[in-house]
């Protein structure tokens, strides 16, 4: 069974702090996704990550890939209040027979303070 | 409109009822999924769908069933609610074997 692990589970922080969440896997997966989840709604994609080593940004938010495959990070720079929610991260099952479906961490709820 | 759209958003439920949670989409997708999230968790497959003709039991399908009935509506069903069954539902849609899947907004559902 490939399993994700993330952590920290919980993370509270001050407005204009970084902060660093980690996804990790004894595991390879093909590629790694990352999804952000507010209150009240379900997740939101955020990006894909597909190549060993592969670092991807998006505005304040830089992702990683582990050159290996198996583990992921997502890295918050000068965190606002809208940051705040539940981050997940995902891979597509890989194994023999395995119908691709993704499988998801437990996550890691970031709470954002003013 | 959502892309995947839910409903009902909330439902409060008595034990023993039957009830059904819809979802349609306007992605054009043929994979369609129900996950339930409690805290602690995370998320656990119920059931998926890759087209009309084809349901499969994801991890925790006891208690639950669910109808394709067109490529665009999922629906899932408690054939007999129980108390430990409260939690967020979601569905979502994927394009293919490699591609992302976007959400719905959720059902709370509440068994009393």
């Known amino acids: 069974t490939q399993l994700l692990e993330q952590s920290p589970q919980f993370l509270s922080i001050q407005e204009g702090e970084n902060l660093t969440v980690y996804c990790n896997s004894s595991s390879v997966f093909s590629s790694l996704q990352w999804y952000r989840q507010e209150p009240g709604e379900g997740p939101v994609l955020l990006v894909t990550v597909v190549t060993g080593g592969e670092v991807k940004k998006l505005k304040r938010l830089t992702f990683q890939f582990g050159d290996a495959r198996k583990d992921s990070s997502l890295h918050i720079t000068a965190a606002q209040p809208g940051d705040t929610g539940l981050y997940l991260c995902a891979g597509h099952e890989n194994y023999g027979g395995s119908q691709g479906n993704l499988i998801f961490g437990k996550g890691t709820k970031l709470s954002v303070k003013p | 409109d959502a892309d995947v759209t839910q409903t009902p958003r909330n439902r409060i439920t008595k034990t023993g009822k039957r009830i059904m949670l819809e979802c349609s989409q306007t992605k054009g997708h043929d994979r369609m999924y129900w996950y339930r999230q409690d805290p602690g968790l995370g998320l656990r497959l119920i059931y998926y769908?890759?087209?009309?003709?084809?349901?499969n039991k994801g991890e925790i399908s006891d208690g639950y069933s669910v109808s394709r009935q067109a490529q665009a509506k999922f629906s899932l069903s408690l054939e007999s609610a129980i108390p430990n069954q409260t939690a967020l539902y979601f569905c979502?849609?994927?394009?293919?074997?490699?591609?992302?899947?976007?959400f719905g907004s959720g059902t709370r559902l509440t068994v009393v």
């Open positions: 769908s890759f087209d009309v003709k084809d349901i």
């Open positions: 979502a849609t994927s394009q293919g074997k490699t591609y992302g899947y976007t």
